[in-house]
Nanobody, 122 residues
C-alpha cells in the first residue's frame, strides 16, 4: 500500500513563495514518476507538474512554467514543488500523485495524498 502525505501549504501574498513536500511510503517510490495536481473551488482537478523516476526529466502546465519547480529525493522518498511568484489564480488544494509509469506524464496514477491548501491573496 502506498501512502502520500503532503505538507507546506498555507496563506501567502501574491508574489510570494511556498515549498510543498510529499513524503511517500513503500519501496517503489524511485520506480515511478511523481506528479502534482491542483483543484480550485468549483473546478476540476488539473495537472501541474511531473517528474520522472530519476529526477532527470520534468514537465509543467504552461501557466506555471518558469515559476514552479518540481524535484525529488529518492533517498528520502520525497517529492517537492517549489512555487515562486505566486498569483491568486494559483489558489487551490494541491495533491501529490504517484503516477503509473516511470516517465513524465500528465495522467494521474492511482495513489493520491490528502491534499494541502494553498491560498494566494492579492
Amino acid at each position: 500500500q502506498v501512502q502520500l502525505v503532503e505538507s507546506g501549504g498555507g496563506l501567502v501574498q501574491a508574489g510570494g513563495s511556498l515549498r510543498l513536500s510529499c513524503a511517500a511510503s513503500g519501496r517503489t517510490f524511485s520506480t515511478y514518476a511523481m506528479g502534482w495536481f491542483r483543484q480550485a473551488p468549483g473546478k476540476e482537478r488539473e495537472f501541474v507538474a511531473t517528474i520522472n523516476w530519476s529526477g532527470t526529466s520534468t514537465y509543467y502546465r504552461d501557466s506555471v512554467k518558469g515559476r514552479f519547480t518540481i524535484s525529488r529525493d529518492n533517498a528520502k522518498n520525497t517529492v517537492y514543488l517549489q512555487m515562486n511568484s505566486l498569483e491568486p489564480e494559483d489558489t487551490a488544494v494541491y495533491y501529490c500523485n504517484r503516477q503509473a509509469i516511470s516517465q513524465t506524464t500528465t495522467t494521474p496514477g492511482p495513489y493520491w495524498g490528502q491534499g494541502t491548501q494553498v491560498t494566494v491573496s492579492s
